[in-house]
Each structure stands twice: as structure tokens, then as C-alpha cells.
């Protein structure tokens, strides 16, 4: 891998951001791309209060956020055990959407003649069919994948008009959840201007 995993880590620290709490969105109090929900999960009661609510999101460290997408964004879902070159996406990915992220792999897995249950689970099968599939498209399967990540984001924003400002901005161009899905997809499949305009023009 050209980068560590605690790189990769970093990088979606980095590309999270700091505190929000959007009503739009239903993460909820967030930080460093950390839910109010994974915390909670994790009984991550940092102000010792009892409970853990927006105020224990907001003491939250980058490097506590770190070590929690390391061992239950990575190493406790499986993705290392994913063809290398796959990783750095499905993990960005898993941050953003959870179980949604392997959803979509298994989803391509199938589109690729390698049948897997679509579970967001990845075990023994899916392991093993995306490594065969990797094999059979070495150039090609990390920008399907960044690409089927895209369409994702695209079909949430078509079903629900609030989730749109995450795909396009005020000014009409590329909103957040593309050019983080296109980070991961080489240049020549990136959407032109007049190609993004035209697959959000039914939004209007």
C-alpha cells in the first residue's frame, strides 16, 4: 500500500472536519466524522457525566477519532482483508455510510459474475470473490467501485431533497459527497461540469 493505514485514518479526520450538528443530518452531532451514535455505541462518556450526549462530540480528540475508525472502521469490519488497492475507499466509505460502504462492494461483486450476499457484512465470500475480482480487473475495479460510490450519494439525494446540498453546492457545482467520492476515482471517469449539471437538473 503507498500509505499506511493510520494515514488513511488521518486523512478522513482531515476530511471530516471539525464539530457540526446539522438537523439535516441524520448522523447527528458529529466531529471528526465521529457520531454522537458510534460514541454512544462505544460508551465514550468523555466529560464523565453519565451520559453521553453533543457535549462529550464536541471534546472529542483528532486523535481518539483516529484510533476509533482504526479499530471499528477498519480492522473490526475486515476491510484489510480486502485487496489492498480497495482499501483506502471502502474505509472512507464505511466512515461515511457504515454498512452501506460493503453493500455496494458486494453489489459490484455480483455485477462481476463473483455472487456474494449483499449482508454490509464482509466475511469469508466476500473476501475471497473480491480478491478474483481484483485479479480479473486489476486497472479498473477500484475506479467501479469509486464510481458505484458515487451513484450512491446520487440516489440519496435523488430520494431525499434535504441530503442534496451534501452532492451539490449553492452555486450549482460539486458538492461534498462527489468530490469525496471522486478522490478515489481516476480523472478520467471524474464528471464534467455539464455532465454533473445535467444528472442534478431533475433536482431543479
Given amino acids: 500500500m503507498a500509505q499506511s493505514v493510520r494515514q488513511m485514518a488521518e486523512e478522513i479526520v482531515a476530511r471530516e472536519g471539525g464539530y457540526v450538528n446539522d438537523p439535516d443530518d441524520p448522523g447527528g452531532a458529529t466531529k471528526y466524522g465521529v457520531t454522537i451514535h458510534t460514541m454512544r455505541s462505544l460508551g465514550l462518556d468523555l466529560d464523565g457525566d453519565?451520559?453521553?450526549?453533543?457535549?462529550?462530540?464536541?471534546?472529542?480528540?483528532?486523535?481518539?477519532?483516529?484510533e476509533i475508525f482504526l479499530q471499528h472502521y477498519f480492522l473490526r469490519p475486515r476491510i484489510a482483508e480486502l485487496p489492498a488497492p480497495l482499501q483506502g475507499s471502502v474505509f472512507d466509505m464505511y466512515v461515511n455510510a457504515g454498512s452501506n460502504a460493503v453493500?455496494?462492494?458486494?453489489?459490484?461483486?455480483?455485477?462481476?459474475d463473483e455472487p456474494v450476499t449483499v449482508d454490509g457484512a464482509i466475511g469469508p465470500r466476500?473476501?475471497?470473490?473480491?480478491?478474483?475480482?481484483?485479479?480479473?480487473?486489476?486497472s479498473h475495479m477500484v475506479d467501479a467501485y469509486g464510481i458505484?460510490?458515487?451513484?450512491?450519494?446520487?440516489?440519496?439525494a435523488d430520494r431525499r431533497p434535504a441530503s442534496?446540498?451534501?452532492a451539490r453546492t449553492r452555486a450549482g457545482g460539486k458538492g461534498g459527497w462527489i468530490?469525496?467520492?471522486?478522490?478515489?476515482?481516476?480523472?478520467?471517469?471524474?464528471?464534467?461540469?455539464?455532465e454533473f449539471a445535467a444528472r442534478v437538473a431533475v433536482w431543479g
Fill in 50 to 66: 453519565g451520559t453521553v450526549t453533543a457535549a462529550d462530540v464536541k471534546r472529542l480528540s483528532r486523535e481518539q477519532a483516529v
Fill in 103 to 112: 453493500k455496494i462492494l458486494q453489489r459490484l461483486l455480483n455485477d462481476m
Fill in 126 to 138: 466476500t473476501i475471497a470473490a473480491a480478491a478474483r475480482a481484483f485479479a480479473k480487473a486489476p
Fill in 148 to 156: 458505484a460510490r458515487r451513484n450512491y450519494y446520487f440516489g440519496i
Fill in 164 to 166: 442534496r446540498k451534501y
Fill in 179 to 194: 468530490k469525496r467520492a471522486e478522490e478515489f476515482i481516476s480523472p478520467r471517469y471524474h464528471m464534467t461540469d455539464a
